[in-house]
């Protein structure tokens, strides 16, 4: 029961976090402009009347806002999210031509940033002394530099230097090359891991300086097995708790990575929809990505109850950060 109540209010906060999204998008883009714009060929179409009028009746726009919001709402709940004002094609065929592309856009940036992320926690906890503040200054400084770069800003600094100048990489990612996903990976990956980077590193020194790894030294673990057995843990909960702040920030992020690599994807589609005001795309695409991130949420969260079992208890919904360190 107590795992079926965890069930119940995930799916519940992802039905709510999905009509807020799909609510606030298909107000917003009715207050911007007319959807007809977008139906009959854009701003400079030469439609008449009657013309205007049969797209309105096709596609229910004669209907009172209202109606046509419940219509909307309704197309999400079942996922049957109509056709394209723009592209006169399904919606649901849309998103399923371009997720993939992203999602293995995403996946494959928050990896990076895990590597990255841990790498660094344990470098900052390795060096002792004189040696050992250097670099964590160092590090500290190379974590909030990343972490306020701008994607935009980053990824046209690495066209600049590994396409154009170096040739060494492809500027554009319109194909399934391995080479050409490096370019905007990074550029998606750089200041996720650097966020995750200074709470790994802050949880990983705390954790070496804790009485348990103190007493597992003090029988005799060298530091690769305190560190692999004990502290890495206890420095992996706060990450994996952000990872699905992180993994939807690496969902938002792909709109201008895909536009600025020319890469096709959810994130493009989205762009083009939203300018065209291709209502029915958009609202579609959004309701994906909430979704989708709400998953990745529910995962970290169960992720978190299987690195610490002292999570687990009666009430499971209520995850919280530990008193004390893991493996104590």
């Known amino acids: 029961m107590a795992a079926l109540r965890w069930i119940a209010a995930r799916l519940a906060r992802a039905a709510l976090v999905v009509w807020i999204v799909a609510t606030v998008v298909f107000f917003a883009l009715r207050a911007t402009g007319d959807p007809l714009e977008a139906i009959l060929g854009g701003p400079g179409s030469q439609a008449g009347p009657e013309a205007v009028a049969a797209a ?7 209907q009172p806002l209202v109606v046509q919001y419940a219509v909307q709402l309704a197309r999400v709940a079942t996922l049957q999210l109509g056709d394209s004002y723009a592209r006169r094609q ?3 065929e ?3 031509q371009q997720l993939p592309s992203t999602l293995l856009l995403a996946v494959l940036a928050l990896g990076l940033a895990w590597v990255l992320a841990v790498a660094g926690a344990i470098v900052a906890t390795s060096a002792r002394g004189r040696v050992g503040r250097v670099v964590g200054a160092a590090l500290r400084g190379v974590e909030v530099t990343a972490t306020v ?3 935009f800003w980053l990824g046209a600094v690495l066209i600049l230097v590994f396409a154009s100048t170096l040739g060494a990489l492809p500027a554009t990612s319109a194909g399934s090359s391995p080479a050409e996903l490096v ?4 550029t998606l990956a750089i200041p996720i891991a650097g966020f995750l980077a200074q709470v790994s590193r802050d949880a990983l020194l705390e954790a070496d300086r804790a009485p348990f790894a103190t007493t597992a030294r003090a029988r005799g673990a060298g530091e690769p097995r305190v560190l692999l057995r004990h502290t890495l843990r206890h420095a992996a909960l706060p990450a994996i708790a952000l990872s699905g702040w992180a993994f939807g920030n690496l969902l938002s992020g792909a709109v201008v990575v895909e536009v600025l690599f020319a890469r096709p994807g959810l994130g493009r589609l989205l762009q083009e ?11 579609g695409a959004v309701s994906i990505v909430a979704l989708l991130y709400v998953a990745v949420v ?3 969260d169960a992720a978190e109850l299987l690195v610490d079992p002292r999570l687990r208890g009666p009430r499971p919904g209520a995850v919280r ?3 004390v360190a893991v493996g104590s």
């Open 273 to 283: 929809a939203a300018l065209a005001r291709d209502v029915p795309v958009v609202i």
């Open 149 to 151: 770069m701008p994607q």
């Open 56 to 62: 309105e009746r096709a596609y229910g726009l004669d």
């Open 321 to 323: 950060m530990p008193d």
């Open 94 to 96: 849309l998103i399923g």
């Open 298 to 300: 529910v995962l970290s």
């Open 90 to 92: 399904s919606v649901a």
């Open 183 to 186: 370019l905007p990976v990074v």
